[in-house]
């Protein structure tokens, strides 16, 4: 079976601040790890996905597999990046998209 | 515009109702997905498509029956609607496993408030 926890279903930082959002996993194979953000009143959309090790808006995440974790992080959040992140695994079954319970972070002027 | 795109956006209805939800996709895929995020905001998987036929099918009520008439569309029908099927439902599409390389695009979402 494959699992996703995010720990913090809510976030709060100010402005310039460091910003982790945690992300742990669960899955016997080679997991394939995304994250997702939904911004107020837009879609879901994808962040960034471990297999490019890309930094989108700032953000990086790198995949741990020895703690199985996958945490975002930015070193200085902005308030445009308040909203709703998913952490989501891809393991075997066709498109089957695993997502955790989601953080809402919130970034304060 | 290149999109998922689905309709209603904001459905009310009373329990006991038979309603439906569309969505389209013109982007080439050939995966599409509902998904269900709950009050909690938890999001979880109810049916998967690929050309047409069913391939991720999890624990949902039979009241539930997805529809694909072709690739590009996968409609959602709901009977007998009860109060917990009260959901904002999003489909999405990507090509086939949705991994790395075709990650999923989702529509808008269908909020849907059974009373």
């Known amino acids: 079976a494959q699992r996703v926890t995010q720990p913090e279903k809510l976030l709060s930082v100010f402005k310039g601040a460091p910003v982790e959002l945690k992300c742990n996993y669960s899955?016997?194979?080679?997991?394939?790890l995304f994250w997702y953000v939904q911004y107020s009143r837009q879609r879901l959309q994808l962040l960034l996905r471990?297999?490019s090790r890309e930094s989108i808006k700032g953000f990086t995440a790198d995949l741990n597999k020895g703690e199985t974790s996958f945490h975002l992080k930015k070193p200085f959040a902005q308030e445009e990046d308040s909203a709703m992140y998913y952490c989501?695994?891809?393991?075997?079954?066709?498109?089957?998209?695993?997502f955790g319970q989601g953080t809402i972070l919130t970034v304060h002027p | 515009d290149t999109a998922v795109s689905q309709t209603p956006k904001y459905l009310v209805t009373q329990m006991g109702n038979d309603k439906s939800i569309k969505c389209e996709q013109n982007?080439?895929?050939?995966?599409m997905y509902w998904y269900k995020q709950d009050s909690k905001k938890f999001l979880k998987i109810m049916f998967s498509?690929?050309?047409?036929?069913?391939?991720i099918n999890e624990t949902v009520p039979n009241r539930f029956s997805p529809k694909s008439p072709d690739k590009a569309h996968l409609n959602l029908h709901i009977n007998s609607l009860e109060l917990g099927d009260s959901a904002v439902y999003f489909c999405?599409?990507?090509?086939?496993?949705?991994?790395?390389?075709?990650?999923?695009?989702f529509g808008n979402g269908t909020r849907l408030t059974v009373t």
């Open positions: 899955y016997s194979g080679s997991p394939e």
């Open positions: 982007l080439g895929h050939d995966t």
């Open positions: 471990h297999i």
């Open positions: 999405a599409s990507s090509h086939l496993g949705g991994g790395a390389n075709s990650p999923l695009h």
């Open positions: 498509y690929n050309n047409k036929e069913l391939i």
């Open positions: 989501a695994l891809s393991g075997t079954s066709y498109g089957k998209l695993t």
